[in-house]
């Protein structure tokens, strides 16, 4: 059984050997995530079923709640103009009897990105360093498993490295960036000042923005830990903007949910789907874990219910000389 290291936090570094690697690797479990059921929310299951299916397979699913109405190669998909996917998802709106304003997303599988086993060295690293400035380590974990998992890429926005911190944020927390030397490459540095930016700002920033908005909340519980990795993403003007917008009663899976479904500014789709993305890795993640430590599921960690996609049938979507069959069914 792993070996629990730290539990001094809301989560547990545990200590776990993959096959073929000569060193053992500290690693977060949260059973949190089982015991308060975020895993059995429809956008952790949809992003689930996006990890583990190819890219030449896209879903078409319903913004609001993730529900996958059908698939469609994605190759026929994006080789419609922009007036035929909408004359597409139209169709689909009028197939299933749905208001005509419902929104609907056409997403792309994602198993050639999310490769959590090659990011296993990195977290150990950065558990490391979060334990090291105080910072629970369930943020280094999450981050990395979101961001660039076992890459460095650099976004459009100018994010780069491990963690994607943007210039001005890691220069601010300690680390050197200019043209001969860019420390956001580097894991331990930037997990350092990825501890110190969470620990200094987005941290004190959500609990201030839950105090102002006059909710209760511990700062151990998952939905806490997600408005923290909202404020790190979007920012936390944007966040507390959408916060304003919701003007929540309460805190918990519903305001997670709620969240998820608002926009605000800057608070955008890609907003709405971080702590969606960083939950389903975690738990994906854990199910890694326990298959290479144990060989059978870690305790606390059930199954993840493959999500029912509807019988085989013909849709007849009103795509201008183009129809398309409907892949109900069809096996990915």
């Not at 198993?111 to 690293?125: E, F, L, Q, S, T």
């Not at 997990?191 to 201030?208: D, K, N």
């Not at 839950?210 to 519980?221: C, I, P, Y």
């Amino acid at each position: 059984m792993p070996v629990v290291l730290c539990a001094q936090h809301a989560s547990e570094v545990v200590e776990v050997q993959f096959p073929g690697d000569s060193l053992s690797r500290r690693v977060v479990h949260d059973q949190q995530l089982y015991a308060e059921k975020w895993d059995t929310l429809s956008q952790i299951r949809f992003w689930h079923k996006i990890m583990n299916s190819p890219p030449e397979v896209s879903f078409i699913n319903i913004a609001a709640t993730r529900q996958i109405l059908d698939s469609i190669p994605t190759e026929l998909y994006d080789g419609l103009s922009s007036l035929e996917k909408k004359v597409f998802k139209d169709s689909i709106l009028v197939y299933r009897g749905m208001p005509m304003d419902t929104r609907v997303y056409i997403t792309a599988g994602k198993g050639h990105y999310y490769n959590h086993r090659a990011v296993v060295p990195d977290i150990d690293k950065a558990v490391e360093v979060f334990l090291e400035e105080g910072v629970d380590p369930w943020y280094a974990q999450a981050i990395l498993l979101i961001e660039s998992p076992g890459k460095l890429r650099k976004s459009s926005a100018g994010a780069y490295g491990p963690f994607q911190l943007l210039r001005g944020v890691a220069i601010r927390n300690g680390l050197t960036v200019n043209r001969e030397v860019d420390e956001r490459a580097d894991v331990a540095r930037a997990a350092w000042a990825t501890a110190r930016f969470m620990r200094r700002v987005c941290i004190p920033e959500t609990r201030r923005l839950l105090k102002d908005m006059g909710l209760a909340f511990d700062e151990s519980s998952v939905w806490f830990r997600l408005m923290v990795l909202h404020v790190y993403h979007a920012g936390a003007g944007n966040v507390r903007g959408v916060m304003r917008t919701i003007n929540p009663q309460q805190g918990g899976i519903p305001l997670v949910n709620r969240l998820w479904q608002t926009q605000y500014r800057r608070f955008g789709n890609s907003s709405q789907n971080y702590s969606q993305i960083a939950l389903a890795s975690l738990i994906e993640f854990d199910r890694l874990v326990s298959l290479y430590q144990d060989k059978q599921p870690k305790e606390g960690i059930p199954p993840l219910k493959p999500i029912a996609l509807p019988q085989p049938t013909r849709i007849p979507h009103a795509i201008p000389a183009r129809p398309v069959v409907s892949s109900f069914g069809r096996g990915m």
